[in-house]
């Protein structure tokens, strides 16, 4: 007689926690770091979104997202050095972290579920390694220490929590849609899981109608850039 096993469907994977609503999204960024907004990373999304429109017929297959992408990562790091966080890289992936070290955010694109609040979580569109895998393993780590418990967890500073930029052009749609989310899985080179996930909305590609916003400080801004060797500890 063949034995029956019973496995567990990815159907009954815990979900993420998602705050949608636009207040609520903006009051948990506050609680993350003061410095962040929505209009923050809007803004580095419409500038990703300005590389993805400069390529032409002419450039490579993968231009457009390759250049999205590049400028998105820039414009990030740009306007948060702006207020003194610390611009740094491991093994070549880039990273922006809070003055404090207590926050980390990295840009990376994500599949069709993104930016949605949906029947499924997003994940990663392209396969990560080794750099990805580490923080991933040490967000869970936090999270299940988080849960354990919360006021040690708060007395606890030594860790960086890694959030992603998580955004996706939908060539449909014609636009782009984007989150702040916490990855705490990971498996087969691809985001897995994700404690928490903030959707911070969609912008249309219409060059025509969107702006950069000029916020710019009076004096040149100082940007901090630290050795790519940078860890988390």
């Avoid at 990295?106 to 499924?120: L, S, Y």
């Avoid at 959030?163 to 989150?179: G, I, P, S």
């Avoid at 969107?210 to 009076?218: L, W």
């Amino acid at each position: 007689m063949r034995k029956l096993e019973l496995t567990l469907s990815n159907d009954l994977a815990r979900r993420a926690t998602i705050i949608d609503d636009p207040a609520h999204v903006e009051a948990r960024l506050q609680e993350l770091h003061p410095d962040l907004k929505t209009i923050l990373f809007r803004d580095a999304i419409i500038g990703g979104l300005g590389g993805r429109n400069e390529t032409t017929r002419a450039s490579a297959p993968t231009a457009a997202g390759v250049q999205q992408w590049l400028k998105t990562v820039e414009d990030l790091r740009t306007l948060l050095a702006t207020v003194k966080w610390h611009i740094h890289e491991q093994r070549n992936c880039p990273f922006i972290s809070s003055p404090d070290r207590a926050i980390s955010i990295v840009a990376m694109t994500g599949n069709g579920e993104t930016g949605k609040n949906g029947f499924e979580d997003p994940t990663n569109q392209a396969e990560k390694g080794a750099v990805a895998e580490n923080f991933v393993q040490k967000n869970n780590q936090l999270e299940l220490f988080n849960r354990e418990s919360i006021k040690l967890a708060k007395e606890n500073q030594k860790e960086t929590q890694v959030w992603a930029l998580l955004y996706h052009y939908d060539k449909t749609l014609n636009e782009v849609r984007f989150e702040l989310s916490l990855p705490t899985g990971f498996d087969k080179k691809k985001i897995t899981e994700w404690g928490e996930r903030l959707i911070l909305g969609s912008i249309p590609n219409n060059p025509m109608d969107f702006t950069i916003r000029k916020d710019e400080p009076n004096a040149p801004a100082t940007v901090e850039v630290e050795p790519k060797t940078g860890t988390f500890e």
